[in-house]
């Protein structure tokens, strides 16, 4: 299997409780590398972008809110089928069906506030690296 990238965020729910480094621990410890990361202020229109395939999901208002009321950390991984290994990591969107020692099971506050976004597939998260990072930000 080769060494691929994805994108993740630890989302609000996750910096207001100072989980960023829980979160970073469980991903590492997952075999994931963090090779790029910042924690900025996503504003409603960067939020709407980055959701935009959700924006017909009754949720969508919401979701876009959540994501703005407080920082976020916007991280590429890498690692042995990122994408995969991060979603297995990640655990089930709703934190109720998510498996024991996954990040969602271990801090997800609700099927909303769920600590991470992480890529569903290899071009969506060339897309999403690109929405948040130049190249020369991503030191592997
Ligand atoms: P995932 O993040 O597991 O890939 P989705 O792409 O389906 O899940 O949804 C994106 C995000 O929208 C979820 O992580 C969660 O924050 C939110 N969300 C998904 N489904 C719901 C729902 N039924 N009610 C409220 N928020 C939801
Ligand atoms: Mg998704």
Redesign the pocket.
């Known amino acids: 299997m080769a060494v691929t990238r994805t994108f993740s965020i630890i989302k609000p729910d996750a910096t207001r409780r100072n989980l960023t480094g829980g979160v970073t621990k469980l991903l590492e410890e997952a075999g994931l590398r963090v090779v790029a990361s910042k924690r900025i202020q996503l504003s409603q229109e960067q939020a709407e972008g980055f959701y935009a395939v ?1 924006k017909e999901r009754p ?1 969508f208002n ?2 876009v809110s959540f994501m703005i009321s407080g920082p976020v950390v916007v991280q590429v991984l890498e690692g042995e089928d990122a994408v995969k290994t991060n979603r297995d990591v990640m655990g089930a ?1 709703n934190p109720a069906d998510a498996a024991e020692g996954t990040i969602r099971k271990t801090f997800a506050e609700s ?2 506030a ?1 600590s991470v ?2 890529s ?1 597939s290899e071009e969506n998260a060339a897309i999403e690296i690109a929405y948040f990072f130049k190249p020369e930000e991503i030191v592997g």
Do not use: K, P, Q
């Open positions: 959700h949720f919401d979701l969107t099927i909303e769920n976004h992480g569903d």
